[in-house]
């Protein structure tokens, strides 16, 4: 299995509150991804990296932003947690060299109260 | 702009029963297309990719999957069906002109029923 780890696994929060999903790879891998997945809408795409300090909106990127200080983490931040943004969060990381697959994580159940 | 359509979210099949998932893509470049699988509460798992070379790809479980560049589609089938292929499965998209972004469509469950 490719090494990537999203952290929390679970987390409930209150509406209002900054939330920040971990994503952490020891691939050294160039492109992470940030999904959120909800029933009938499929993943949809929030921010996505292609390098240290180099990230691109994604379709769904209202209400959450990302930062990439090294290689291996990719965070992604809810600066305050609405309901609409209850769901299930996976990270991508994906080879910097044509072609290659993506490889994702367990997700993180976010619950927004 | 790049964008996957899945026209199926459900698909019920009896078991032993030949299956077909549908996929079309839009994508003004070249494209590396993906199907991807996922059980309950699991991660994605990669099913199949076409990147270049032959139109039919296969995985090691018995699907394949036929890209066709005029009807820009990549369906996936497989012959015979186990209850063990139960899962949602997802088409995915890459443009080769850059970007990297990564796009899937909204997924078709398949249930597999004795």
């Known amino acids: 299995d490719a090494g990537i780890t999203q952290s929390p696994r679970h987390k409930v929060t209150e509406t209002g509150t900054p939330v920040t999903l971990r994503c952490h790879q020891t691939?050294?891998?160039?492109?992470m991804y940030w999904y959120r997945q909800d029933p009938g809408h499929g993943l949809r795409l929030i921010h996505y990296?292609?390098?240290?300090?180099?990230?691109d909106k994604g379709e769904v990127s209202d209400g959450y932003s990302v930062s990439r200080s090294k290689t291996e983490d990719f965070l992604l931040t809810l600066e305050s947690a609405t309901s609409s943004q209850t769901s299930v969060y996976f990270c991508?990381?994906?080879?910097?060299?044509?072609?290659?697959?993506?490889?994702f994580g367990q997700g993180t159940r976010l619950t927004v109260v | 702009a790049q964008s996957v359509t899945q026209l199926d979210s459900q698909v019920p099949v009896f078991e032993e029963a030949p299956v077909e998932l549908r996929c079309n893509y839009s994508?003004?470049?070249?494209?590396?297309l993906f199907w991807y699988v996922q059980y309950p509460n699991q991660g994605l798992q990669l099913l199949l990719k076409y990147l270049s070379g032959s139109t039919l790809v296969e995985s090691i479980n018995g699907f394949e999957a036929e890209f066709n560049k005029s009807q820009t589609s990549f369906h996936l089938r497989k012959p015979s069906v186990h209850i063990s292929d139960t899962a949602e499965y997802f088409c995915a998209v890459i443009s080769t002109g850059g970007g990297n972004k990564l796009t899937f469509g909204t997924g078709t469950q398949l249930k597999v029923e004795l």
């Open positions: 990296s292609y390098g240290v300090k180099d990230t």
């Open positions: 994508s003004s470049v070249s494209v590396y």
């Open positions: 991508a990381i994906r080879p910097g060299t044509g072609g290659g697959e993506a490889f």
């Open positions: 691939e050294n891998h160039r492109y």
